[in-house]
């Protein structure tokens, strides 16, 4: 059985705020090794197509890489062992300006780490958004509330996207045939380069929304509020148990993590939320 | 080196006055000083069986003549004289002759002595006299003697309490082993050399007992090391050598009188800490005054906090503009949306759909690739489509519909495209994309380009129907410029805030100045040309 197949897309949306917030509010290597874990478990049973998993995979792996390069150059802790040095601090001028950039062995553990927040995020966005239609997305959106003013211009872009990546490509194609190549002469060229890609395109767009608002506003839209939204599945029950355990847990994580920030900072200390540090330092 | 600052040292004891030293014996003209071992000041100690001590004998003049001076001094058993040989008249004996010339004349000698490791333990007597002008002037002082056993039986650590309060009680509201700095490695403030701390002072409290039947004076050692490499680090080395001493550390007496229990406190000055946030080692070492090695050592782990107020101030200040613009948004939702026609709603709906496809699309692939290939650099890549083709559309935008709720709609409708096609919904983003819209705004009220005013008028009255002057565009590019570096710096803090990442100071600067202000400032004149171009077109 597919496991996101359980799922409404409400749910899904609520999933993906649920792993948004519990990511950025542990430091727990464990927990967050343990819930990217998981999510990978439900994106490999969620029935995605081999070409999709590459997608994934490849979007991983990068971000992981990236954030484990970045953070082996910035690594700011104690202890810290320098690997090797792209810039030398006695180098002139740059040397003296960066303080010279070392790689950090430590910096590579701690960015594996801060990347899982990364890896927990992208791999939740992603797999909603392989197992579900982005307008079925959108529905549950507005279920949820969203502006109607909104959804309706999401509603557009959703619905010209395709035609509007049509449109680039034959204006694109078109100018290579005049010799456009992006990123050839430096920084202001391909800008002024992408004006003149970017004018048919946009031409075109406020000539569709002349039409559109003529349609429309033939059919009384604005006037009110009227649409259609289809009956949507009844939610399973367990799923939604779930979620609510899940979002009660990351508001508590939340607050304990507060708490003991505030504590760390010394701006507010309670004898009684002593546990609730401890808490906070070895599990959280 | 121990030579010069000990003799450095000596000078600066020697200056000091009376009172310092109420031990220290005064005639009418003379001021005697016999300090065993030296350093210890009006303390006293037992000295240990086998042990050498270097004792201070200094005579200073404060009369206004030239007088010849006969000294001596005799040593009880147990106690002998090693060196300078210049003085000792035997070992159990030290004489010297010396000419004091004029007031505030100082003679002084550094004398090493020996404690026989046969000598029996208790109080004992050392006494000196000073011949001078045919008068005499006695002094006896008293010293301790016992084994090296008994001292370190009689001494005990009760307590070492890392931070401690004012009181030098363990500081509960603290973590334990934990210091907290702020901005000591910031990574804004360090690139204008500011360094400010969460408190005055990280305190550092020791409560010792002596349970033996001697005084006992002794000296405290606290040192950092560096976990890898087992080295004291570098700031407090160099806090030393501003005092003078040669072991990295921070040093202090303590004097305990017979069953006396005593709780020193070893302060850091908050300006003096100057480390990077982590984990290190910290070391107590306890020994007897003037005696060699310590008998205590304690070691622990030392945890450095930093508290980076820029980086919790933007995240702070990020989430209270966000819930701004949210709270705003609903309940100005008519003033904001009302006004805006089905056109205009479709036309902001395109945009979007453009803005997702040449800048979120792109962006997403080419971010993660040139993020691995350059790592933090990627931006100067990244930022052509993040920024620049963004920022080319906002305004081109913007100069079509000069309205206020016009970014609002459009940046709320590219996230929620980012949201419903690429499941791109983050906390980041959340609080990011309200935040971005809000000040967006505001750079746009600021710079006047929904005003009715800002094409200029012609002399007939009517407003003439050509491009924006160069000097307002650069106004819009600057303005526009500004609020975006904004971004990016609060952009940059809340990654780190949320995120725990660590970027250097010089690294904010140079993405604030070139993705945020730069690419910004070159790309916004072009967007208002592309607008009006489109203007003909939507106008026709």
């Known amino acids: 059985m597919k496991s996101m197949a359980l799922f409404s897309p409400r749910q899904k949306i609520v999933l993906i705020l649920i792993s948004a917030f519990y990511a950025i509010s542990t430091d727990n290597p464990h927990l967050m090794g343990g819930y990217f874990i998981f999510m990978v478990a439900l994106f490999l049973t969620a029935g995605v197509d081999s070409r999709k998993k590459r997608v994934w995979l490849a979007a991983v792996v990068l971000t992981l890489w990236g954030t484990i390069f970045s953070q082996s150059l910035f690594y700011a802790k104690m202890p810290r062992t320098i690997l090797f040095s792209l810039i030398n601090k006695d180098t002139p001028f740059v040397g003296a300006f960066t303080g010279g950039l070392n790689f950090y062995k430590e910096g590579i553990e701690y960015g594996f780490i801060q990347a899982m927040r990364f890896g927990i995020t992208l791999t939740c966005g992603l797999l909603v958004c392989f197992t579900t239609e982005s307008k079925d997305i959108l529905r549950a959106a507005i279920r949820l509330k969203l502006p109607y003013s909104l959804s309706f211009m999401v509603s557009i872009g959703l619905r010209f996207i395709p035609l509007i990546v049509a449109e680039t490509k034959t204006v694109v194609s078109a100018q290579r045939m005049r010799g456009f190549s992006p990123m050839r002469s430096g920084l202001i060229k391909p800008i002024k380069t992408a004006r003149t890609v970017l004018l048919p395109i946009l031409v075109n767009s406020i000539r569709r929304s002349s039409m559109l608002s003529l349609s429309v506003e033939s059919r009384h839209f604005g006037r009110k509020q009227a649409f259609y939204l289809p009956r949507e599945k009844k939610e399973n029950i367990f799923i939604n148990t779930a979620l609510f355990c899940l979002g009660l847990l990351i508001i508590t994580m939340g607050i304990i993590k507060a708490f003991y920030f505030l504590y760390l900072s010394s701006f507010f200390y309670l004898p009684e939320l002593r546990i609730i540090y401890s808490l906070a330092e070895k599990y959280i | ?540």
């Open chain 2, 1 to 540: 080196m121990i030579k010069r600052t000990s003799i450095i040292f000596l000078v600066l004891f020697l200056c000091l006055s009376t009172k310092a030293f109420p031990d220290a014996g005064i005639s009418d003209d003379y001021l005697i000083r016999f300090e065993l071992p030296f350093g210890i000041g009006s303390n006293q100690t037992v000295l240990g069986k086998g042990s050498y001590v270097n004792a201070l004998f200094s005579v200073e003049s404060f009369v206004h003549k030239k007088e010849d001076i006969k000294v001596d001094i005799i040593l009880p058993e147990g106690l002998k004289a090693i060196a300078p040989q210049e003085v000792i008249a035997d070992s159990g004996e030290i004489q010297a002759e010396f000419t004091l010339r004029t007031e505030n004349d100082i003679w002084y000698r550094l004398v090493q002595l020996y404690v026989q490791p046969d000598t029996l333990e208790g109080k004992y007597d050392i006494s000196y006299q000073l011949t001078f002008g045919g008068k005499v002037y006695k002094k006896t002082v008293s010293c301790w003697i016992a084994s090296q056993d008994y001292i370190k039986e009689s001494i005990h650590l009760l307590r070492f309490s890392v931070p401690a309060d004012k009181e030098g009680n363990p500081d509960l509201k603290r973590q334990e082993n934990t210091f907290v700095i702020k901005e000591a490695n910031s990574r804004l403030l360090n690139s204008f050399n500011i360094k400010k701390s969460a408190h005055d002072a990280e305190l550092i409290a020791v409560e010792l007992e002596n349970t033996g039947k001697f005084p006992v004076t002794l000296s405290l050692d606290y040192v950092i090391y560096d976990k890898n490499t087992g080295r004291p680090i570098e700031w407090l080395a160099n806090l030393r050598d501003e005092q003078g001493f040669d072991v990295p550390g921070i040093y202090t007496q303590i004097f305990l009188k017979p069953n006396q229990k005593d709780v020193t406190m070893l302060r850091i000055a908050s300006q003096d800490i100057s480390m990077m946030q982590g984990d290190y080692k910290q070391k107590l070492s306890i020994g007897v005054f003037a005696a060699e090695g310590a008998f205590i050592t304690e070691e622990r782990p030392l945890r450095v906090e930093e508290l980076n107020t820029t980086i919790a101030l933007s995240a702070i200040l990020s989430v209270v503009i966000s819930l701004l613009g949210i709270v705003g948004m609903l309940v100005f939702r008519s003033a904001l949306f009302g006004g805006l026609t089905s056109r205009e709603y479709i036309l902001i709906g395109l945009y979007a759909a453009i803005a997702f496809s040449l800048v979120s699309i792109p962006t997403t692939i080419i971010y993660n690739i040139f993020h691995a290939l350059l790592g933090p650099f990627s931006f100067l890549v990244t930022g052509i489509f993040s920024e620049m083709i963004f920022y080319l559309l906002l305004i081109s935008l913007i100069v079509l519909l000069p309205r206020r709720g016009v970014i609002l709609c459009f940046i709320f409708a590219k996230f929620l495209l980012g949201a419903v096609i690429l499941g791109k919904i983050t906390a980041l983003s959340i609080i990011w994309y309200p935040m971005r819209a809000v000040m967006l705004e505001a750079a746009l009220f600021i710079s006047g380009l929904y005003e009715k005013d800002f094409l200029p008028l012609d002399v007939s009255g009517h407003r003439k129907k050509t491009r924006i002057p160069k000097s307002k565009m650069l106004w819009v590019a600057f303005v526009f410029g500004i609020t975006d570096a904004f971004l990016a710096f609060i952009s940059l803090n809340i990654t780190m805030f949320f995120y725990r990442l660590f970027y250097a100071g010089w690294y904010i600067w140079a993405y604030v100045l070139i993705s945020g202000f730069l690419y910004t400032f070159i790309v916004v004149p072009m967007g208002i040309h592309l607008g009006q171009r489109l203007k003909k077109v939507a106008v026709d």
